[in-house]
């Protein structure tokens, strides 16, 4: 079993995983269709777990599936691991799905 890859679903609607590339992990996130606020909530989320986006490529197909594809670098330097991709998960989750808001996500995780 490869441990350099990472995969964790969000209700089983968006797909996150994560692969070593370069200083940094290639982190992609795909949503069966696409919503309004998408790359705001993901760096947030990002923003809020310590890690830097050096580049951001956003696809969306015809049929409205989006793929985006972040090359992040932890500040801190610490390992994009199966538990580092577990909580942005979880977090990813909270902002899709259970209504929480960008501001109120950030207002909560900052305190």
Known sequence: MNTSHKENTVSENIHIS???KGQGYQLTLTVPHNQIGIICR???VLLLHGWDIIEANAET???GFVS??????SQSGV???SASLEKIRIDLNQLFYNGISVIEYLEREAN
């Open 18 to 20: 994560s692969i070593p």
């Open 42 to 44: 993901v760096t947030s």
């Open 61 to 63: 197909s015809k049929g």
């Open 68 to 73: 985006d594809v972040f090359l992040v670098r």
């Open 79 to 81: 390992v994009m691991d």
